[in-house]
């Protein structure tokens, strides 16, 4: 998957638990399906890191050290 795909769901998970905190939605049940959403909560948080330790393992990073004598 290329690095722009990534970074674009990366930033539709954010987008979808930025709205989710401003507007939280309580767990429900429906025709026997329960859904918790604290577990989505925190199953979209999970996503999120790993999502954005995959996007830091794809970009090199330079380390510039200055040494002053």
Known sequence: MAL???QTILN???SALAADS???QPSYSL?????SRNEWRDSLLKAIV????TINAQNPYIVRTKMVL
């Open 31 to 35: 025709d026997g399906q329960s859904v």
């Open 4 to 6: 722009t795909d990534l």
């Open 22 to 24: 401003a507007n939280p």
């Open 12 to 14: 539709n998970y954010q």
């Open 50 to 53: 790993q999502l954005q330790q």
